[in-house]
């Protein structure tokens, strides 16, 4: 099993950045696939952006896309998403999740075996 900790999250301006973090605990970091997923109130939780076991490949969602990067350093267990110019539909709780058979563009939530708590980004207008 593996163990997820998201942080970085917060309240930000417009146009504002944020990087988010994801430290992960247990079984060896780079045997995943992870990727972040974001929910906002009274939507379902939708797919971000993954990255595969080495690093090597990523996807986004299109509305993300030149705005937001995701990464990981395996040897630190942690996957990151930068996040620039935010706008205020960017507000959700994000989650990091992690797969240990799925391929980083999956972006369906049951790929995905193990979930962190989230943490809240807010973009004010």
């Known amino acids: 099993q593996v163990q997820l900790v998201e942080s970085g999250g917060g309240l930000v301006q417009g146009g504002g950045s944020l990087r988010l973090s994801c430290a992960a605990s247990?079984?060896?970091?780079?045997?995943?696939?992870t990727a972040w997923f974001r929910q906002a109130p009274g939507k379902e939780r939708e797919f971000v952006a993954g990255i595969s076991k080495s690093g090597s490949f990523t996807s986004y969602v299109d509305s993300v896309k030149g705005r937001f990067t995701i990464s990981r350093d395996n040897a630190k267990n942690t996957v990151f998403l930068q996040m620039n110019s935010l706008k205020p539909e960017d507000t959700a709780v994000y989650y990091c999740?992690?797969?240990?058979?799925?391929?980083?563009?999956?972006?369906?939530?049951?790929?995905?075996?193990?979930w962190g708590q989230g943490t809240q980004v807010t973009v004010s207008s």
């Open positions: 999740a992690a797969a240990e058979s799925s391929p980083w563009y999956r972006t369906e939530t049951s790929q995905y075996d193990y």
């Open positions: 247990g079984r060896t970091f780079s045997r995943y696939t």
